[in-house]
């Protein structure tokens, strides 16, 4: 059974900063992208980061690039988004997602192309 498990949201302060994780299991990790997407109240979901697990290329939404670094630990099956400068505007749901990636060319950031899905954990910056 494929599982992907958040954890590290929390409620921060503008400017602090998290480290979300995305425990993967059920499939073949290296053969996987993972990608972080997050959606806030009354908004559509967005991705926010990917990385391909076996050559470690990475993509970042530009509301992002510069602040959050995503990282693979293919030794635990995880994937981290740290995220420093936070902004209340990041304030959302955060998922991570697995995708197939062994046909693609780099990494891709469409959300239809994820076909796994966790829970989401909730990431809080006040003002």
């Known amino acids: 059974e494929v599982q992907l498990v958040e954890s590290g949201g929390g409620l921060v302060q503008a400017g602090g900063s998290l480290r979300l994780s995305c425990a993967a299991s059920g499939f073949t990790f290296d053969d996987y992208a993972i990608g972080w997407f997050r959606q806030a109240p009354g908004k559509e979901r967005e991705g926010v980061s990917y990385?391909?697990?076996?050559?470690?290329?990475?993509s970042y939404a530009p509301s992002v690039r510069g602040r959050f670094t995503i990282r693979s630990d293919n030794t635990k099956n995880t994937v981290y988004l740290q995220m420093n400068s936070l902004k209340p505007e990041d304030t959302a749901v955060y998922y991570c997602?697995?995708?197939?990636?062994?046909?693609?060319?780099?990494?891709?950031?469409?959300?239809?192309?994820?076909?796994?899905w966790g829970q989401g954990t909730q990431v809080t910056v006040s003002s």
């Open positions: 990385i391909r697990t076996d050559d470690r290329v990475t």
């Open positions: 997602a697995a995708a197939d990636a062994r046909s693609w060319y780099g990494v891709s950031v469409a959300q239809y192309d994820y076909e796994y």
